[in-house]
Nanobody, 116 residues
Framework: QVQFVESGGGLVQPGESLKLSCTAS?????????LGWYRQAAGKQRELVAN???????NYGDSVKDRFYIERDNAKNTIYLHMNTLKPEDTAVYYC?????????WGQGTQVSVSS
């Protein structure tokens, strides 16, 4: 059973930065899986923010390209999401996710709020 420990959410003002962390555990195959961040704003569908393979290949959602950066520490099964120039529309619950054996595993989520 895959589990996640997510941290780093909070309330910031527009233009500020935050760093989210997600550590996965529970399977030796995590090191080979794609790990990623998704987000869900109130009343909207969950969407991809960014993901990263064990080899370092990345994908970003269109709305965060050039502002967010994802990195991975394979030794710790941990990913980090560096969020810069935050906007009010980035307000959402951010979830960590991976897929193993065609099953999706989700973290509990961490709230990010951007408001003046």
């Amino acid at each position: 059973q895959v589990q996640f420990v997510e941290s780093g959410g909070g309330l910031v003002q527009p233009g500020e930065s935050l760093k989210l962390s997600c550590t996965a555990s529970g399977s030796t195959f995590i090191r080979f899986s794609v790990l990623g961040w998704y987000r869900q704003a109130a009343g909207k569908q969950r969407e991809l923010v960014a993901n990263i393979s064990s080899g370092g290949d990345t994908n970003y959602g269109d709305s965060v390209k050039d502002r967010f950066y994802i990195e991975r520490d394979n030794a710790k099964n941990t990913i980090y999401l560096h969020m810069n120039t935050l906007k009010p529309e980035d307000t959402a619950v951010y979830y960590c996710k991976t897929t193993l054996d065609r099953r999706d595993y989700w973290g509990q989520g961490t709230q990010v709020s951007v408001s003046s």
